[in-house]
Nanobody, 117 residues
Framework: QVQLVESGGGLVQPGGSLRLSCAAS????????MGWYRQAPGKQRELVAR???????DYADSVKGRFTISRDNAKNTVYLQMKSLKPEDTAVYYC???????????WGQGTQVTVSS
């Protein structure tokens, strides 16, 4: 099982930026997909962004144009650059990996992002 460690969360003012990192315990070169979900209090976990083998990226409508997902295969790390943050972006952000198309997701422990003045 792949171990995932997130970092980079914190408190930021509306309009600010944060970059989340997700470091995997093994090579991500052969992984089908990696990405980020988030879960706000009282809400269901939702997909924020993902990057699929071959480089295809996919974003939730609510973050398009503000968030960018990328990967550094040499560092076994996936990033989520978040700009123009809004209070409604406040949530626990979870990194995940889907090792193969037929696999279930494996999860990190989550990192809190709070957008507040």
């Amino acid at each position: 099982q792949v171990q995932l460690v997130e970092s980079g969360g914190g408190l930021v003012q509306p309009g600010g930026s944060l970059r989340l990192s997700c470091a995997a315990s093994e090579s991500i070169l052969d992984k089908y997909a990696m990405g980020w979900y988030r879960q706000a209090p009282g809400k269901q976990r939702e997909l924020v962004a993902r990057i699929i083998s071959g480089g295809f990226t996919d974003y939730a409508d609510s973050v398009k144009g503000r968030f960018t997902i990328s990967r550094d295969n040499a560092k076994n790390t996936v990033y989520l650059q978040m700009k123009s943050l809004k209070p409604e972006d406040t949530a626990v952000y979870y990194c995940y990996v889907q090792p193969a198309f037929w696999s279930t997701n494996e999860w990190g422990q989550g990192t809190q992002v709070t957008v507040s003045s």
